[in-house]
């Protein structure tokens, strides 16, 4: 079974301009998370989704951060502009509802210049 | 409110030795703890996890925690460390209802040979 894909892995920007992050998560599972991971910091949560309903989304900066989980499968992240201290990694990580674990992808490195 | 505190930013270990991550954790209910841990440009990958059942909890590749309410730790162990130890690990702590998930700012374990 596939894991929880993420694209790209890596993207590099000039500040100010837009970009945009794309997660499937694992198959069935209804539960999908965005966390930005800093250098030497430990992942923090953007926004949570229960399906299609964005549950939890008081971290996220919404001025300039977005987000979006169509049908509840696929979601994407976007950020417009991006500043330069939005340089990080951004991981999706999906759960099956009832269980502990989340499944994380591999992140999307973010650096703006 | 819950938060988690992992006490060394890194560990540092001879092949063939034993391994001690320390992690402490605040909590206003009772918790779900984890430990995952994330190899380089990798995704995280749950090691254990503590749902209060068992106190002590054995994982993936030899690892183990035990959960000890009365000081507030779920310190990660592993009685030989091998050299694809060396990765970072990161303690998380939960509520029941795994809506809200706390990362530690993760420990560097780095394993010489």
């Known amino acids: 079974e596939a894991g929880v894909v993420q694209s790209p892995r890596y993207k590099i920007i000039e500040k100010k301009q837009p970009v945009a992050f794309w997660c499937n998560p694992i198959s069935g599972h209804n539960t999908l998370y965005w966390y930005r991971q800093n250098l030497g910091q430990g992942p923090e949560l953007l926004i949570r989704?229960?399906?299609?309903?964005?549950?939890?989304d008081s971290q996220l900066p919404k001025d300039r951060f977005s987000a979006e989980r169509l049908k509840g499968v696929d979601s994407t992240l976007k950020i417009q502009p991006a500043e330069l201290g939005d340089s990080a990694v951004y991981l999706c990580?999906?759960?099956?509802?009832?269980?502990?674990?989340?499944?994380f992808g591999e992140g999307s490195r973010l650096t703006v210049l | 409110a819950q938060s988690v505190t992992q006490l060394d930013s890194h560990v540092s270990v001879s092949e063939g030795t034993p391994v001690l991550l320390r992690c402490n954790y605040s909590s206003s209910y009772s918790p779900s703890l984890f430990w995952y841990v994330q190899h380089p440009n990798k995704g995280l990958q749950l090691l254990l996890k503590?749902?209060?059942?068992?106190?002590l909890v054995k994982g993936i590749n030899g690892f183990e925690a035990e959960f000890k309410k009365s000081e507030t730790s779920f310190h990660l162990t592993k009685p030989s460390a091998h050299m694809s130890d060396a990765a970072e690990y990161f303690c998380v702590v939960s509520d029941q209802g795994y809506s809200t998930l706390t990362f530690g700012k993760g420990t560097m374990l780095l394993v010489s040979p």
């Open positions: 503590y749902t209060s059942a068992a106190t």
């Open positions: 989704y229960e399906n299609e309903e964005a549950v939890d």
């Open positions: 990580a999906s759960r099956l509802g009832g269980t502990g674990e989340l499944f």
